[in-house]
């Protein structure tokens, strides 16, 4: 019990992880894709940020005598990470816009089709 | 000035990119990219003169000391890769020019420089750094603007290809993110070396294992190591032809030169190879990808996707060598980083000036070729016959170590399909050889009005072509950088 409770957040990150990871496997719909990408990602973050949290530790400042303190470190690398996975997200999104125009559809599977109907024409044209 | 070299090796395209975005027109933005990667190269041939005469260079950024500061770190292997990446940015650059204003949207040719510029200085990022974090930062700095890069292509594949590439890459750097971190929460540290000191007195976790795991998986990923690489074929059928040529010879050979780093300086050739038995995960799928690739790529109707599944194949090559975890087997895998680098970059230069001239790349569009681009047509025959490892191309030296190093184990069956498939290779390249030679061209008149490519696409690729041959017939300073890497790689006392 005391193991189930005391790893809360990993509980959690677990979760996340799995969750996220299983949408990007078994969607077809290219929002929802990038949906669970960013879920898989932001579990990562909770994982860093989980790393550098002491029970009871302040803020990493000076003070007078010594102290417990959280570590700073994984939380400003999940600041760069966070940046990171925007501008992933973005670019992912400005795809799917992209695709959109060009096929009329974001579905992987439907525009499978059309390219396999592409490919069919180009080998009758010949 | 010569201090900071190591800093200004990544800063200046860095910084050059943000600047590319706002030029116009175009030529303005291209000359700038062509100015700043020779510069780039320039400095890293200075930085491999360093390190062969005077030994690993460390650069403390910002003045903050390792391991608490980030730490640019270069000995013999990463000098030689960051000139592998900065010579093929230096060459193809200049290549880009023409070959980009027929493929690419004319308001978006700045953009393609500056993500261009990007790539290259995250490549080169990963390479120089010796700080697993920064490792990471620039990995999506380089995958990115590649995902850009690929969507650039003129036809909507590329979109998809691209998203895919997208999806697959963010899943394999997220997990090369989940290992570092397990490797911060044992360590306590991100400096390469530093983790190296403190995993190798580590004695039974959990902990290393499950991020050896993850990290593997995650480089192997973007590696496209066969059964990984399933975004490989497309992002590089569909992308411009300068991009292709520049990522397919830089973008997976620095994801090897990744897998070296974290094997071999972080983790320990002993754990990796003694208690992980990496050689017999490596070594099945190495021979899987080697086959089943080159098989693929016989059966190939567009030749651009063709050259991408080859590709595959020798990246198969490159880790059969690591497998063998000796320092024969590791020279021939850093030796065929360079050569493959030089002789696939070629191809498909080779590939952009068809592209450029005929507006296919087809199998049949390649009929009476020969007559027609004499001298593309044998740029690609030389570098094609350099992929298959004729003797007097690079590709021989590279398989000749590859074999030597398998019979160093007695592996008479794996040598046997090494050179098997070379044989495979002959056979995909003789099929375009074969269009090119010996079918009469059509006679239409788009195809009476084909010429040669223009001499600003030939000369680029020819220097590369030259580059296959010369160092195919004298291979002193490959062989030696590449040996003196797998040395310091495996610390072997020289």
Redesign the interface.
């Known amino acids: 019990m005391e193991f189930l409770v005391g790893h809360y957040n990993y509980w959690v990150v677990v979760f996340l992880m799995m969750l996220g990871f299983y949408v990007v496997i078994s969607r077809t719909h290219m929002v929802k894709v990038l949906v669970g990408l960013s879920v898989f990602q932001t579990s990562v973050f909770i994982f860093y940020i989980s790393l550098g949290k002491i029970r009871g530790g302040t803020a990493p400042i000076l003070i007078d005598g010594p102290a417990v303190y959280s570590n700073p470190l994984t939380s400003v690398l999940i600041l760069t990470a966070i940046v990171v996975s925007i501008a992933t997200t973005a670019l992912g999104l400005a795809l799917v816009v992209r695709i959109n125009e060009a096929y009329g559809t974001v579905d992987e599977e439907e525009i499978d089709a059309i390219e396999r109907a592409d490919e069919a024409a180009v080998l009758e044209a010949r | 000035m010569t201090a900071h070299l190591p800093v200004l090796q990544v800063v200046i395209p860095l910084m050059a990119a943000a600047v590319c975005a706002a030029l116009r027109p175009a030529r303005v933005a291209w000359a700038f990219a062509v100015l700043v990667s020779w510069t780039v190269f320039v400095i890293a041939v200075l930085l491999l003169r360093e390190v062969l005469a005077g030994g690993t260079i460390s650069y403390e950024i910002g003045g903050w000391a390792a391991p608490w500061g980030i730490e640019y770190r270069i000995d013999v292997v990463n000098a030689f890769v960051l000139l592998i990446v900065s010579t093929v940015g230096a060459v193809v650059l200049p290549y880009a020019g023409d070959s980009v204003e027929r493929e690419i949207r004319r308001d978006q040719i700045p953009l393609f420089y500056t993500a261009f510029l990007l790539c290259l200085t995250g490549l080169l990022g990963i390479t120089i750094t010796g700080d697993v974090?920064n490792v990471?930062?620039f990995l999506?700095i380089s995958s990115?603007s590649t995902?850009?890069l690929v969507?650039m292509g003129r036809e909507?594949?590329a979109?998809?290809a691209?998203?895919r590439y997208?999806?697959m890459g963010?899943?394999g750097?997220?997990f090369i993110?989940?290992g570092i971190?397990l490797l911060?929460?044992v360590t306590g540290t991100l400096n390469m070396v530093d983790l190296g000191l403190r995993l190798s007195e580590l004695t039974a976790t959990r902990t290393v294992p499950v991020a050896f795991a993850f990290l593997t998986v995650g480089i192997s990923l973007k590696l496209a190591l066969f059964p990984l690489h399933l975004w490989l074929p497309n992002a590089y059928a569909y992308a411009p032809s300068a991009a292709t040529a520049f990522i397919a010879a830089t973008a997976t050979k620095v994801a090897v030169y990744m897998l070296l780093r974290f094997f071999f300086t972080v983790f320990g050739a002993t754990f990796s190879f003694d208690t992980m038995q990496l050689g017999f995960v490596l070594l099945p799928l190495a021979l899987v990808a080697i086959f089943s690739m080159s098989l693929v790529a016989i059966f190939q109707v567009n030749v651009k996707r063709m050259l991408a599944y080859s590709s595959l194949a020798q990246i198969g090559y490159i880790t059969l060598g690591i497998s063998i975890g000796t320092v024969t087997g590791l020279t021939a895998g850093i030796l065929h980083l360079f050569n493959h680098a030089m002789m696939k970059a070629a191809l498909f230069m080779a590939l952009g000036c068809v592209i450029y001239r005929v507006g296919s790349i087809?199998i049949?569009a390649f009929h009476g070729l020969g007559k027609r681009m004499p001298l593309t047509m044998a740029a690609f025959v030389v570098a094609g016959l350099s992929l298959v490892g004729v003797p007097l191309t690079v590709g021989f030296i590279s398989k000749w170590y590859l074999i030597l190093a398998v019979l160093e184990q007695g592996w008479w069956p794996v040598a046997a399909l090494v050179l098997f498939t070379s044989l495979m290779a002959l056979v995909y390249i003789w099929r375009v050889v074969e269009a090119a030679y010996f079918h009469p061209s059509p006679t239409d008149e788009v195809a009476a009005a084909v010429r040669e490519a223009p001499l600003s696409l030939l000369i680029p690729t020819w220097i590369l072509v030259v580059v296959n041959v010369y160092f195919g017939v004298d291979a002193t300073l490959t062989v030696e950088v590449a040996g003196r890497a797998a040395e310091a790689l495996l610390g072997v006392p020289r």
């Open positions: 974090f990471f930062v999506e990115l995902y850009t969507a909507r594949g979109l998809t691209a998203f997208l999806v963010s899943v750097a997220t993110v989940i971190g911060y929460s087809r049949e």
